[in-house]
Nanobody
Framework: VQLQASGGGLSQAGGSLRLSCGASGRTLSRYAIGWFRQAPGKEQEFVAAISWSGHTTDYIDSVKGRFTISRDNAKNTVTLEMNSLKAEDTAVYYC????????????????WGQGTLVTVSS
């Protein structure tokens, strides 16, 4: 599975961005999808995940109420809607696919996208 993350860019604090994760070579509907991010000088961290069916989602506390992960299996796309952006959301965001748990652990993900940069100015 080749994943493509897109939608990053520059936003002012309080603004919104929408990230998308698409795939070629295989349908995303077989996999749970997670979003991770890595800020400059920091370790990669889990951001959000959604089960293959879309019935289960998980978020780190710092984005709850601001970010929403969703999927459209018919369009083979997973979206991360990011609202009320903060400077600390600045990072490269990666989407990844897994058939395992727990979703918060990057080690269980088999496929990774190339990353998309999100920059939030304060």
């Amino acid at each position: 599975v080749q994943l493509q993350a897109s939608g990053g860019g520059l936003s002012q604090a309080g603004g919104s961005l929408r990230l998308s994760c698409g795939a070629s070579g295989r349908t995303l509907s077989r996999y749970a999808i997670g979003w991770f991010r890595q800020a400059p000088g920091k370790e990669q961290e889990f951001v959000a995940a959604i089960s293959w069916s879309g019935h289960t989602t998980d978020y780190i506390d710092s984005v709850k109420g601001r970010f929403t992960i969703s999927r459209d299996n018919a369009k083979n796309t997973v979206t991360l809607e990011m609202n009320s952006l903060k400077a600390e959301d600045t990072a490269v965001y990666y989407c990844a696919a897994t058939n395992s748990v727990p979703y918060r652990h990057s080690e269980v993900y088999s496929y990774w996208g190339q990353g998309t940069l999100v920059t939030v100015s304060s």
